[in-house]
């Protein structure tokens, strides 16, 4: 089945500890997005890939990164992950301006 | 740009009683309108769309219709089960200029049913 997978499923870092979150689909979408969501509120556009266009939300910190190497893949770097930055983060692709679909996320705590 | 605005919960209901999340949404022109579910420790899955005025979407019991003149897409089931005890959050696109799919969320509203 066409999906959006995300690995790992959890992950532990220290503070400080650069950390790299990883998402491939098999959709063979042109936009992924990269989310960031607490407790259980609604989850937070960090940024998206338009093909390899990349486009950064205002409020989005700088110590988030992110990569697009081909259509499959895109990665999520936290350069210098504080406590602030544990969280479920969310991968999601769709075609243009049709629906989202999503990874079943990361869950990164920050020791 | 466009908005939404959720129902706040959590909602607790008992197994087999009614369901009414409400949503309603301000937008230019006719956007698609979407509900998600997050199960516990989950990603958000689509539950059910609809992509223009009057249209009714309905999936695994649930429904919502897109009423244009409330500009409402409050979401029903007539029989809610444990395992729907979830965090449901109603969305639209952002709308404008932008030429991809991204989404306004409302807030989320957590439902929990007690058997």
């Known amino acids: 089945d066409a999906m959006v997978i995300q690995n790992p499923r959890y992950q532990v870092t220290q503070f400080g500890k650069p950390v790299t979150l990883s998402c491939s689909q098999t959709l063979n979408h042109n936009v992924m997005y990269w989310y960031q969501q607490k407790s259980s509120q609604a989850p937070k556009l960090l940024f998206h890939?338009?093909?390899?266009?990349?486009?950064n939300e205002a409020d989005t910190p700088d110590n988030f990164q992110s990569r697009r190497p081909n259509t499959s893949f895109c990665f999520l770097d936290i350069r210098s992950p504080g406590l602030g930055d544990a969280a479920m983060y969310l991968c999601a692709t769709s075609r243009a301006k049709g629906e989202q679909f999503f990874g079943p996320g990361t869950r990164l705590t920050v020791l | 740009g466009n908005s939404v605005t959720q129902m706040e919960g959590p909602v607790t209901l008992s197994e087999e009683a009614f369901l009414t999340i409400n949503c309603t949404y301000t937008a230019t022109g006719y956007p698609s309108l979407f509900w998600y579910v997050q199960y516990p420790g989950e990603g958000l899955q689509l539950l059910l769309k609809?992509?223009?005025?009057?249209d009714k979407g309905s999936n695994k019991g649930f429904e919502a219709t897109y009423r244009k003149e409330t500009t409402s897409f409050h979401l029903e089931k007539g029989s809610v089960q444990v395992s729907d005890s979830a965090v449901y959050f109603c969305a639209l696109p952002e709308g404008g200029s932008s030429n991809t799919g991204k989404l306004i969320f409302g807030q989320g509203t957590t439902l929990q049913v007690k058997p």
């Open positions: 609809a992509t223009k005025a009057d």
């Open positions: 890939y338009y093909d390899k266009d990349f486009n």
